[in-house]
């Protein structure tokens, strides 16, 4: 009897691994789409220290085969006062003739939010593309606001929103004044923003963008949505939340050539979308607030 239950337990073992290889287990995937876009730092790498396991948040995608989808991953950072104990980056803010230092931790997608808290976001992709995103005002009747097109702009990165695997971009950038999003309300019954993120093969046509968040049609933006919507899993790297920002990720947000390699962190959130790998891809963030919230303005 000893014997068939140990011979049982080794068979549910193996099966278990070999469904969270192939990112099909409920509980949790490896990020092996970022992991193989990215490139290796070197052959004598400790292939352990990328094996981040992520952990089904939410959402169902069906697809008709492995390879029926394409990924982004979002990292929400949250800036703390910086301790002289840390050892990662910080953010330097410049307010008058004072300088201040904050420390970016990460947070899950579905964190509430509140009141004062500063946000900043990163953002990646496995496969090259220009990246667009859009806001709106979520309110409590479910009613939104109008939405507006908060990235790129030419404030930020001057306008360049190319992305590809291992390059982070971050919004607001780190030059930008203030380079953070602090939450403040713009009206009493406001109870979150919805973030629409767009990955495209071409930039899309007609956008004329400038210094500051472009009105768009509300129309437009649902025609985007209903073309590019699909299903959606969401995955957080399991143990993430509360990780600081690494000098690596600072590097690789810079607006340089510095990428991230496989070695290295990889996205807090990772949004999985029955889509092909060369089709569109579009993921709405709901960003959620507690009492006495408001909404993010620069």
């Known amino acids: 009897m000893t014997k ?3 011979l049982f337990v080794a068979i549910l073992s193996l099966l278990s691994f070999a469904q ?4 099909q287990d409920t509980r949790g995937i ?3 789409e970022f992991i193989k876009a990215r490139k ?4 004598t790498a400790n292939p352990a220290a990328r094996r981040n396991l992520y952990r089904k948040a939410t959402g169902s995608a069906q697809h008709a085969n492995a390879g029926n989808f394409a990924q982004l991953g979002l990292t929400i950072w949250r800036l703390r006062p910086a301790r002289t104990t840390d050892t990662g980056a910080r953010i330097i803010v410049h307010q008058e003739a004072e300088t201040i230092e904050w420390t970016p931790e990460r947070i899950a ?3 509430p939010l509140s009141l004062g808290e500063r946000l900043r976001f990163s953002f990646e992709a496995p496969r090259a593309g220009y990246l667009y995103v859009i806001d709106r ?3 409590a009747d479910g009613s939104m606001g109008e939405p507006s097109l908060i990235f790129p702009t030419l404030r930020t990165r001057g306008g360049d929103n190319h992305v590809e695997p291992g390059k982070l971009i971050e919004i607001p950038g780190q030059d930008d004044r203030p380079n953070y999003f602090t939450l403040r309300q713009s009206r009493a019954d406001q109870a979150g923003e919805l973030l ?3 990955v495209v093969a071409q930039p899309l046509p007609g956008l004329e963008i400038g210094t500051q968040a472009l009105s768009l049609s509300p129309t437009q933006v649902r025609q985007w949505e209903q073309q590019w919507g699909a299903q959606t899993e969401t995955f957080e790297m399991a143990g993430g939340a509360g990780k600081a920002w690494t000098k690596a990720e600072q590097e690789a947000g810079a607006g340089g050539t510095r990428q991230l390699t496989q070695e290295e962190p990889g996205p807090q959130t990772i949004y999985r979308v029955a889509v092909k790998p060369d089709a569109p891809l579009l993921v709405k963030v709901g960003l959620r ?4 919230t408001r909404k993010p303005r620069r």
Do not use: C, D, F
């Open 4 to 6: 068939r239950i140990s």
């Open 20 to 23: 969270i290889a192939h990112g």
């Open 30 to 32: 490896l990020p092996e």
């Open 40 to 43: 290796a730092k070197a052959k």
């Open 109 to 111: 997608a579905n964190t």
């Open 137 to 139: 005002e979520q309110y």
């Open 196 to 198: 629409t993120v767009i």
């Open 289 to 292: 607030y507690g009492q006495a």
